[in-house]
Every structure is written in structure tokens, then in C-alpha cells.
């Protein structure tokens, strides 16, 4: 969004945000109805589309040319998981997103020279979508984009405060009740903390709680170290 501000004057702030937003309501309305990760495909493909079709309304692209551009990610650019697996995590988890919308924005450009991309990827049978999930030719899900009223995806996100891996969202707010709504903040120290027990669910356990991911040594797997970044939130 902040690149089409920086190459198109009338792109003002309040528009710019407007397709803050409707590049997040895009990415959460795939989100909801295809699960990537079930798949071990990365997160990120779903912020691409989406950077795909804001991108590209912002620069004045048509229907068509934005389809081919998410026709063309779909079909040559996907990630998968492997760039979140192990032990001490890469550049290439950090810059995931941008890589991909990176990708993205390459496609719309293409596209808009005239370049021509496969149509109709959510019903292709040979896309991610269709190839994991078998179908008699249709999409394997219905997506709407609300245009009005407040049935916005956007309204049932939950919003990450820090740099953290966001599994650890119910950690944290735990561990900050601890310290500001009971006297410990006042009376206590660390030395009076003995033992930390958290009980997590499955997929924060995979990403955040793997014993693997306990002795971090670089930033990238820091914040995917349950244990770092409730320790950090300590001290």
C-alpha cells in the first residue's frame, strides 16, 4: 500500500489505509475457508493475493489483469513451510511476507504490460487449491468480501502488540495479569519465581514450544522460542 502512495500522488493517507484494510479483509476471508499450513504451504500466500489485488486496484489495474497476476503467484510463487522448520530460523522466515508480496507485485506489473497469466486459479485442478482438496470442478470454497455493514473479517482478528510469534498472545496477556492485577509487581521478584508451567495447543506447541526451540542464538528464532519470549516479557 505505502509503495502505489509512493508512486501515485492522489494516494492519500486516509485511502491508503483503506486498503490496509481491505488487503487484511482479503487475506482473513481466504483464511478462513482454506487452511494453508494444513497443507504445509506458508501463511504468507494469502497475504500475496491480497497484496495482488490491492496492489493493483490502487495502481488502476483492471479485473482481468489482477486475476492474471494472482493467477500467475498461485501458479509459480508458492511457499511452503520449510522456511519455518528447525532449529535456528533463516533471513528467509523473517522476510517471508515480503518476499512473496514482492512476488506479487512483480505479477500485477506483468500483468499490466499485457502480460497473460492462467485465469480462474481457485478452480484450476493442478492449483494448491484443488490439488489438495478434491472437488467436481468447483473452488473448494465460497469467499464474499463485505462491502458494507460490519460483517468484517477484519472485526474477528486478533491484533499482535510486539514482536512476538503471535501463538503466544495467551502467554503473555497471562503473564502480564500476574504482574499488574496482583500485588507481585510490588511485592515480589524474579528470585520468588520457582516454576512456570504453560499448557498450549496444537499448532503453538509446533511452532513455539518445540524443545528444539528453546536455546534461540539468532532473532529470527527468538521469536519463535516459547521460552525466550515469555523470559524476555520477565525481565
Known amino acids: 500500500m505505502i509503495a502505489a502512495a509512493h508512486q501515485k500522488k492522489d494516494i492519500n493517507g486516509e485511502l491508503a489505509l483503506k486498503a490496509m484494510f481491505l488487503q487484511d479483509e482479503i487475506r482473513g476471508r481466504l483464511a478462513e475457508v482454506f487452511s494453508l499450513k494444513t497443507f504445509k504451504i506458508d501463511h504468507v500466500v494469502h497475504g500475496a493475493i491480497a497484496s495482488a489485488a490491492t496492489y493493483g486496484a490502487l495502481m488502476g489495474a483492471t479485473a482481468e489483469q489482477i486475476e492474471h497476476a494472482i493467477g500467475m503467484f498461485v501458479a509459480h510463487y508458492i511457499p511452503f513451510r520449510a522456511i519455518r522448520a528447525g532449529k535456528q530460523l533463516s533471513d528467509s522466515k523473517g522476510a517471508s511476507a515480503a518476499i512473496s508480496t514482492e512476488a506479487a507485485m512483480l505479477c500485477i506489473k506483468r500483468a499490466m504490460n499485457g502480460f497473460i497469466g492462467p485465469k480462474d486459479i481457485f478452480r484450476n485442478p493442478e492449483s494448491i487449491f484443488r490439488h489438495n482438496i478434491k472437488t467436481n470442478g468447483d473452488s473448494p470454497f465460497d469467499i464474499v468480501v463485505s462491502e458494507s455493514g460490519d460483517d468484517f473479517a477484519v472485526m474477528g482478528m486478533h491484533f499482535k502488540l510486539g514482536l512476538y510469534e503471535h501463538q ?22 524474579s528470585d520468588d519465581i520457582q516454576k512456570i508451567k504453560i499448557v498450549c495447543y496444537e499448532p503453538a506447541f509446533g511452532i513455539i514450544g518445540d524443545p528444539a526451540k528453546r536455546s534461540a542464538t539468532t532473532r529470527q528464532s527468538a521469536d519463535h522460542s516459547m521460552v525466550y519470549i515469555v523470559n524476555t516479557l520477565i525481565r
Open 168 to 189: 503466544s498472545a495467551g502467554v503473555l496477556e497471562g503473564v502480564q495479569k500476574l504482574f499488574h492485577e496482583t500485588q507481585f509487581n510490588q511485592k515480589g521478584t
